[in-house]
Each structure stands twice: as C-alpha cells, then as structure tokens.
C-alpha cells in the first residue's frame, strides 16, 4: 500500500513562504534599481539641457525646486490604490515622462515634462518604499 502523504508534490509551507520572500526581494531589489536608473539618468542629462536650452542658474534652480514638489503631488493616489497597483502603472510612465524631459524643445516643455517626471518618479519612490 502506498502512504498518500508522501506522493504530494506541493513543497511544505515554509519553502513556499521562502520563496515568496525571496522573489518579492528580488522584485523590490528591481524596482529600486529602476527607481536609481531613472533618477540617474535625469541628473546626468541635466547639464546637457542646461546648455541646451540656456537656462540660467536660477532657471534651472526653479526647475529642480519644482521637480521636489512635484513628487509630493500624487501622494494620494498611493493611499488609494495600493503600491502594487500604482508601481505598475508610475514605472512606465516615469520613463516615458524622462524621455520627454531630454526631448524637450523649449523651456516652458522642459519645465512641464520635468513637473510629469518628478510626479511619476515621486509617487513610484513612495509606493516601491511601500512594497520593500
């Protein structure tokens, strides 16, 4: 006769705790990295667009002062919506508004598109901070 018992192929609770523990720190180890990349990529642009456009140093000043506002701006919708949720949708938009942010023709387009980013980029630092 055979022991039903052990002919179950589901591995006992703790190695499927272990491994969701696991994977979830690889996705927030990512999520991270992706949240750096982008930041990273934004600040290494930022001289170029300075010359680029001509921004005074008080331009530019404004610029980034607006940048750490926005990022407070949606906030709210982390509380709404879960960080699963928001990470899903802020990751892809944060790096569509970066590409808007380097192809920006004027000052006011730069202003706007560094405003969309540091919203993006802000409420996806809260929410992968939420997932960790």
Avoid: K
């Avoid at 990512?30 to 300075?50: E, S």
């Avoid at 456009?53 to 000043?61: D, E, F, Q, V, Y």
């Avoid at 709404?80 to 569509?96: D, K």
């Avoid at 706007?112 to 997932?131: H, P, R, S, Y």
């Amino acid at each position: 006769m055979i022991d039903e018992s052990t002919t179950d192929t589901a591995p006992p609770a703790p190695v499927l705790v272990e491994r969701e523990i696991t994977t979830r720190r690889v996705r927030v180890t990512a999520l991270f990295a992706v949240a750096g990349l982008l930041c990273g990529v934004f600040t290494a642009r930022l001289p170029a667009m300075v010359e680029h456009l001509g921004m005074s140093s008080l331009r530019i000043g404004g610029v980034l002062f607006g940048w750490a506002l926005a990022t407070q701006l949606l906030r709210p919708v982390m509380a709404r919506c879960g960080s699963a949720a928001v990470v899903r949708v802020a990751a892809p938009a944060s790096a569509v508004a970066l590409v808007l942010v380097a192809v920006s023709p004027s000052y006011p387009a730069f202003v706007a598109a560094v405003a969309v980013f540091g919203m993006t980029f802000g409420v996806l630092e809260i929410a992968v901070n939420a997932q960790g």
